[in-house]
């Protein structure tokens, strides 16, 4: 798999479940970050976790991080039909010179109301 | 909300022709990217610029691509002979501490 790879591809719920989408990444980071992407839209960043953090919340959204194995997971809360999108995880690597973002290939959440 | 903003939102032009797409990046950024996701798949970088030069550019960002910052507010990527494979959502971003998206530009090579 690539640096960055989210499961599932792509995940159907009903209004007012949990969404829960996994990212897995290769390379050691400073931080992971999600987006959202409405169709054919712009990303909208939702949450930084940085390295030596293991669980972050903000809103409906909770971010875990394990550096250890490699992954991340995104928990969307009490889910609305609003909350549809793709959601994209990327990571900032460690000294690898590179300071650009490397995308996962993303989950669609799709949401019935 | 300081915002990244790009032009055009869409762009269609002739396979061959040559392209530049606009930013305007939040004015105390230090870093600035362009991206590009062709439909259905996943974001991919092209190049970021710091200190008025390219600091970094991918495998993509061939020949065919430049990228400028000519008033020390807009920052454009320029896109010669356009092939049909170019056709995607180009994105622009800045960065100061956490990054900043554009809404991105639609190109459609035809």
């Known amino acids: 798999s690539q640096q960055g790879e989210e499961d599932p591809q792509a995940l159907s719920i009903q209004e007012g479940e949990n969404a829960t989408m996994n990212c897995s990444y290769k390379?050691?980071?400073?931080?992971l970050q999600w987006y959202r992407q409405n169709s054919g839209r712009g990303l909208v960043h939702l949450i930084l976790?940085?390295?030596?953090?293991r669980e972050k919340h903000s809103g409906r959204l909770r971010v875990t991080l394990d550096t250890s194995k490699k992954s991340s997971s995104l928990l969307i809360t009490a889910s609305r039909a609003a909350d549809t999108a793709s959601y994209f995880c990327a990571t900032d690597a460690r000294d690898t010179g590179r300071r650009a973002l490397t995308f996962g290939s993303g989950t669609r959440l799709q949401v019935q109301p | 909300e300081p915002e990244v903003t790009q032009t055009p939102s869409h762009q269609v032009t002739q396979m061959g022709q040559e392209v530049i797409l606009r930013c305007v990046p939040i004015s105390n950024h230090l870093y600035f990217y362009w991206y590009r996701q062709i439909l259905g798949q996943k974001v991919e970088f092209l190049v970021s610029f710091y200190n008025n030069e390219i600091s970094e550019k991918s495998e993509i960002f061939d020949d065919q691509f430049s990228v400028e910052r000519p008033d020390g507010s807009n920052f454009t990527l320029k896109i010669r002979s356009t092939k049909l494979e170019d056709s995607a959502m180009y994105f622009c971003?800045?960065?100061?501490?956490?990054?900043?998206f554009g809404s991105g530009t639609r190109l459609t090579v035809v």
């Open positions: 390379t050691s980071i400073n931080n």
């Open positions: 971003a800045s960065r100061l501490q956490g990054y900043t």
């Open positions: 976790i940085r390295s030596n953090e």
